[in-house]
């Protein structure tokens, strides 16, 4: 089993006071068939979704692929550093 997805289910969020209490939105259905956009976006994390929001309101068509769901990754964890030096 892939160590990211152990302690979770595919598209779901884990147990949590924020799970329990946020009103989440249906899960979207996958992609199918041919797509057009102007910019495709690969991750769904705080990067891929402030740029494809920045992106639309400047008038671009984006289609944002995430293969669990939006945060999923390092943004949804504390999975992110930056070093310095």
């Known amino acids: 089993m892939n160590p990211l997805y152990r302690n979770d289910t595919a598209g779901e969020f884990p147990a ?3 799970a ?3 009103d989440l ?3 979207r259905p996958s992609l199918r ?3 057009q956009a102007d910019v495709c976006i690969i991750g769904a994390g705080y990067t891929g979704l402030t740029a494809a929001l920045r992106l639309a309101q400047a008038g ?3 289609i944002v ?3 669990h769901r ?3 990754g390092a ?3 504390n999975g992110g550093q930056v070093g310095s030096g």
Do not use: D, H, I, M
């Open 16 to 18: 949590s006071w924020y």
């Open 20 to 22: 329990a209490t946020a």
């Open 25 to 27: 939105p249906p899960q």
């Open 33 to 35: 068939g041919n797509q």
């Open 60 to 62: 671009r068509k984006v």
């Open 65 to 67: 692929l995430e293969a």
């Open 70 to 72: 939006a945060g999923f």
């Open 75 to 77: 943004s949804g964890r």
